[in-house]
C-alpha cells in the first residue's frame, strides 16, 4: 500500500524533471544560435560597409573554403580587426560567467564574482607596471603573474587564519585587493605621466580593442582547457550548496575539492583578465539571470551562463565602439551602465518571490 501511495509522487517527479530538461536543452540551443548570429552580426557594424554573407564568405575563405568576394582591405577589416575582437569578447564573457558561477558555488555568497579573491587588483598591478615601464607586449603575461600572486597571497591569509572556509576567503581577497589596489594607485601617481595616463586607465576600466589572434588563442586556450573540466564538474559544485557537512556525507573531500577549484576559477579569470582588463558584472549578473530560466542545478547553469556570457559581452563591446563613434568607451563603462541596474531589478525580483 505505502509504495502504491509513492508511485504518484514519482509519475510526477519526472513529468518535472523532463520539463525542467526540456527547458535546459531548448534554452542552450536557443543561447548558441544567439552566439553565432551575434559573431556575425557584430562583425558587419561600423564604418566600413560588410554584409552578414560577407563575414562568413571571408572566415570560409581564410580556412581555405572558396574565395573571399571583399577587397583586400575590408577583408582585413573583417579578419584582422573586428573577427579577432568579437571573438575575444565572446570568449572572455565566457569565461568570466563561468568563474562568477563558481564562485557563488564554491563561497555560497550570492554576490560573489571572479574578482573575489583580489584577482583583478592583482593583475591591475602586474599590467600597469609594464604599462609604465614600456614593455606592453608582456602585458598578457604581467596581468596573469599579477593574478596568480594576488591568489596565492589570498590563500595564504586566509590559511593563516585558520581552516579556510569561504568566509575566510573571501574576507581574505578584499584585504589582499584593497592592498593591491592602494599600490596600484600609489604607483599610477607616482610614475604616470603623458599619454600613459590613457593606456592605463583603458586597461583598468577592461578593453578589448587591441585584441588581435593572439589574445583569441589565450582566451579560447583558457576556455578549453580550464572552463571545459568546470563544467565537467558541475556536480560537485552542487554539493557545496549544501554546505560542507552536506557535501562531505555526500563523500566530496571538501578541503582539497575547494582548493582546486579556487585555483583552477583564478587560473581562468587570470587567462581573461590577461587579454581584457577588469570587465565588471558579467562573472556577477549573468549566473544570476540564468537562474531565473533554468534553475540552480550547475549542469544547466555553467553551460547556459557561459553562452549568455559570451553574447552579453559582445554586444557591450558593440555599443563600446560605435555608442560616440569615433570616440570609444572602455567596454568595463558599459557592462556597469547596464549591469547595475540589471542586478538591482534581480534583486528586487528575489526578494519579492521570498
Known sequence: MASDRALPATRAAAPAWARSARISVGAGAIAAAVLVLSIGLAVTIGPADIRFGDVWSSI???????????????????????????????????????????????TRNALADPYLLGLSSGASLGAVGVLLLGIGALLPVAAF?????????????ARAAGRITPTRTVLAG????????????????WTATGDSYREILSWLLGSVAGARWPAVAIAVTALVVIGVPLLLGSRVL??????????????VNVQSTRWILL???????????????????????VPHAVR???????????????????????????LARTLFDPRELPVGIVTAIVGAPVFAALLIRRRSRA
Do not use: K, Y
Open 263 to 285: 585555483i583552477a576559477t583564478a587560473l581562468l579569470t587570470g587567462a581573461m583578465v590577461s587579454v581584457s582588463g577588469s570587465i565588471g558584472f558579467v562573472g556577477l549578473v
Open 238 to 251: 552542487d554539493t557545496f550548496g549544501f554546505g560542507d557537512t552536506a557535501a562531505a556525507g555526500l563523500g
Open 60 to 106: 570560409a575563405s581564410h580556412l581555405g573554403i572558396g574565395a573571399t568576394p571583399l577587397s583586400t582591405l575590408r577583408d582585413g577589416i573583417v579578419w584582422e580587426l573586428r573577427l579577432p575582437r568579437i571573438l575575444t569578447a565572446a570568449a572572455v564573457g565566457a569565461g568570466l560567467a563561468i568563474s562568477g558561477a563558481v564562485m557563488q558555488a564554491l
Open 174 to 189: 578584499i584585504a589582499v585587493s584593497a592592498l593591491a589596489s592602494a599600490i596600484t594607485s600609489l604607483v599610477i601617481f
Open 292 to 318: 531565473l530560466v533554468v534553475g540552480s542545478r550547475h549542469r544547466a547553469l555553467l553551460p547556459l551562463s557561459a553562452l549568455v556570457g559570451g553574447v552579453f559581452l559582445i554586444w557591450a563591446d558593440t
Open 145 to 157: 603573474v599579477g593574478a596568480l600572486a594576488a591568489l596565492v597571497a589570498t590563500l595564504a591569509l
